[in-house]
């Protein structure tokens, strides 16, 4: 996918998920090692937290985080994103 464009993912189960990702150019890769560290050092367990992390640290990579297109019932789940 290129930049610029909008996608989403989710797990819409209970169960546990696992994804598979694959970056190219690898610039970019970091973002999900800083993600996961973030969540480990801040205990972050509520998805309002995890949302914020998640986009605290794409903002550190111009990368914007737009929840206004999400389903209703997901928006509320991430709370606000940080300003």
Do not use: C, Y
Not at 41 to 67: L, R, T, Y
Not at 72 to 79: F, I, K, R, S, V
């Amino acid at each position: 996918m290129t930049r610029g464009n909008r996608h989403a993912f989710w797990n819409n189960s209970d169960a546990p998920a696992r994804g598979l990702l694959a970056v190219a150019p690898g610039d970019f890769a970091s973002f999900f090692d800083q993600v996961v560290m973030e969540i480990r050092a801040q205990n972050a367990a509520d998805p309002a937290a995890i949302g914020g992390i998640v986009a605290a640290e794409a903002a550190k990579h111009n990368v914007i985080v737009d929840m206004s297109q999400l389903p209703p019932e997901l928006a509320a789940l991430m709370g606000p994103p940080p300003q």
